[in-house]
């Protein structure tokens, strides 16, 4: 499907990834409402630090996903949805469970049967790598069980399940995107490389981490954005679980010492208690197979492997380097 000519709304559009996406696609030409979640600051997130020309080229919504009203009116007269609007924070869903199952299950539902009732002629949904749990094989592909590790998780599981039951039911033209962990420039600090770049910038010692066996399979920001763009293009993909991962493993602990090296630091870490997910919720091994992605989004990563990696931590060591960017983040507070 072409996207020329067709407006596209993206919910979540003040967050980490959503603000990159929203941006990429009004760079690209395409006509973008961002959808951000209302507030009385009347702050747009992420948007608010666009260069102005990128944002003057996008319509900017506020409302809440909650709200099934607000979300029909921000969808009206869109002909491509991309549903980033979510709760993330993994400490955060044991505290408040709830809110998490009314943004990222009722959410999407408002989202999905908005596009419906409106003829939307394509929703990608995202998912996320921690549906899958700690990985029975490696690497993950889609057929992987999904294992429910946290309340987060769970909701999310929830949320996949729904959109793809739209698509069975109702012809709802819908794929799903399903991200492993993404870091970049924006990322909030609860994000274990962006915890550990913001500490060691600030000079703190030792760095506060939690658990630094667990490996992960990191995709820079712009690989991410690439493949949300691929899958709004892509017809084979219609109703499908889509991977966008590196398919490159790495520790926590390996990551750590990478980005120490790269700013030209010694690293000495300290393990936080309150950091620490309960035994049973740690995810212990996420490794993603993006064969599939190759083969019905054409999309390869651009940052693989260990040497694209550290590109990739360049570009987002340098960008938090900025003291404007570096003075929004505390580092001696840990956010859940």
């Not at 999905?112 to 790598?129: D, N």
């Amino acid at each position: 499907m072409h996207l020329e000519n067709r407006r596209i709304l993206v919910t979540g559009a003040d967050g980490f990834i959503g603000s990159h996406l929203a941006e990429a696609l009004v760079r690209a030409g395409h006509t973008v409402r961002a959808f951000v979640l209302y507030n009385s600051f009347n702050s747009h997130g992420w948007l608010d630090q666009s260069p102005p020309e990128v944002r003057a080229g996008m319509e900017v919504i506020a409302g809440d996903v909650r709200d099934p009203h607000g979300v029909r009116k921000a969808v009206h007269g869109c002909e491509v949805v991309m549903h980033l609007a979510a709760l993330i924070a993994i400490p955060y869903s044991y505290h408040s469970p709830d809110a998490y199952v009314d943004t990222n299950i009722r959410g999407t539902l408002n989202v999905l049967q908005a596009a419906r009732e409106l003829g939307v002629a394509r929703v990608v949904h995202t998912s996320t790598s921690e549906v899958y749990g700690t990985a029975r094989s490696v690497p993950i592909d889609e057929d992987h069980p999904l294992q429910a590790q946290s309340p987060y998780s769970a909701t999310k599981i929830g949320a996949d399940q729904l959109a793809l039951s739209f698509c069975r039911s109702f012809g709802l033209p819908v794929v799903i995107v399903r991200p492993f962990n993404t870091y970049g420039p924006r990322q909030s600090a609860r994000a274990v490389i962006s915890a550990v770049i913001i500490q060691l910038l600030a000079g703190r010692r030792p760095v506060h981490l939690g658990a630094l066996h667990p490996t992960r399979d990191f995709n820079f920001i712009k690989d991410t954005v690439r493949g949300f763009i691929a899958a709004a293009k892509s017809d084979a993909s219609l109703g499908e679980v889509v991977n966008i991962g590196s398919n490159f493993e790495i520790s926590i602990r390996d990551t750590a010492g990478m980005i120490a090296e790269i700013i030209g630091t010694e690293l000495q870490i300290e393990a936080d208690p309150e950091r620490l997910r309960p035994a049973a919720s740690e995810v212990d091994r996420l490794w993603a197979d993006n064969r599939k992605a190759e083969r019905m989004l054409d999309w390869r990563p651009e940052y693989a492997g260990l040497e694209g990696m550290r590109r990739g931590l360049i570009e987002t060591i340098e960008w938090f380097r900025h003291p404007e960017n570096l003075r929004g983040y505390k580092s001696d507070v840990y956010s859940i």
